[in-house]
């Protein structure tokens, strides 16, 4: 039995892991624990990219913070971010819906045209879903993609000696989820998946292992580097004007991209008018550890099952 009072969110998907047997005679070629479900059809050229988001209200956002468009723009951006982190191209996604009694016939209306214009935006075909009404708002939003079969970016490719790459700056997400205007809040409310980048890191760069940042850098980094088995020496990451160095390394939903390449691969320093930054190296060592300038780093990030400890 699952104690979601007592596990990390890890935890529990280590746990489902284990009570989950994929046979080996199974077209799914990859499920939990990576950014995207892999299912391989039979004779297909192309692997199929499955993943799901929620999104929800007092969680994910706020009332008097969102508008329905901010919140469907959202809602579809986590999903196509799993997608680029994988290398692929979306196609069609599906989402339900719970609609509490406070959401308007406007704000429905709103919340459906900005759903559709971003998955029109990002060629994902907004092909159904499910409708229903409750207490509070939710979102779940399911994404199909696809990728050259076998070349799926990976959480478990990276290894020791591999180079470590940021996309963007970071630290904006979490300085505008504190700031009413600005450059930081539009960062929040608009985030971008990096669609045409992850295709660009598995096409020309054969990145080894990537991973988009929704929960944090260094929680994410981890991530990765617990799935490959390696360590990690980085240096501070590149940071939004006005964004703690804290707020950089440990902010949730940015949907920038981490990669690894192998040494001496030849990274642009910009991809599309975006930076591309080197932050580190993967190393040996106890498989997720984090230095951060040869100091052992604490891990944060957002965990919905870990209580949220304040910045030393």
């Not at 990859?30 to 799901?52: K, N, V």
């Not at 971010?81 to 609609?99: H, K, Y």
């Not at 759903?115 to 009404?133: E, M």
Request: with cysteine.
């Amino acid at each position: 039995m699952l104690d979601c009072g007592l596990l990390s969110e890890r935890a529990i998907t280590e746990r489902l892991r284990g009570l989950v047997k994929i046979p080996p005679s199974s077209a799914i070629v990859a499920g939990i624990g990576d950014d995207c479900a892999i299912y391989r059809p039979r004779g297909s050229a192309d692997d199929l990219l499955f993943t799901t988001d929620l999104f929800v209200e007092g969680i994910h956002f706020l009332r008097d913070t969102h508008r329905a468009a901010d919140v469907a723009r959202n809602a579809l951006a986590r999903s196509l971010s799993d997608i680029a982190a994988m290398g692929g191209s979306p196609t069609f996604c599906l989402t339900s819906v719970c609609l509490p009694e406070w959401a308007s016939d406007r704000w429905i209306e709103d919340f459906f045209a900005s759903l559709a214009a971003t998955a029109a935006k990002n060629q994902a075909i907004l092909a159904g879903g499910d409708l229903a009404r409750g207490e509070t708002f939710a979102c779940d939003v399911t994404v199909c993609g696809t990728v050259p079969r076998g070349t799926a970016l990976l959480r478990s490719g990276a290894r020791e000696g591999n180079e470590i790459y940021v996309s963007g700056t970071l630290g904006g997400s979490a300085l505008g989820l504190a700031t009413a205007k600005g450059k930081a809040r539009k960062r929040h409310l608009n985030p971008e998946p990096r669609l045409a980048l992850g295709r660009f890191l598995r096409e020309r760069l054969r990145a080894t292992a990537a991973i988009d940042i929704s929960d944090g850098l260094s929680l994410d980094l981890q991530r990765v580097c617990i799935a490959s088995g390696v360590s990690a020496d980085i240096v501070t990451p590149p940071r939004f004007p006005g964004a703690t160095v804290d707020q950089a390394l440990h902010g949730g939903e940015e949907y920038e991209l981490l990669f690894f390449v192998r040494p001496g691969a030849k990274v642009p320093a910009q991809f599309e008018g975006l930076p591309l930054t080197r932050i580190g190296v993967a190393a040996t060592g106890s498989a997720g550890e984090i230095r951060l300038e040869g100091i052992p780093l604490a891990v944060r990030g957002f965990d919905h099952f870990v209580p949220v400890k304040a910045a030393p």
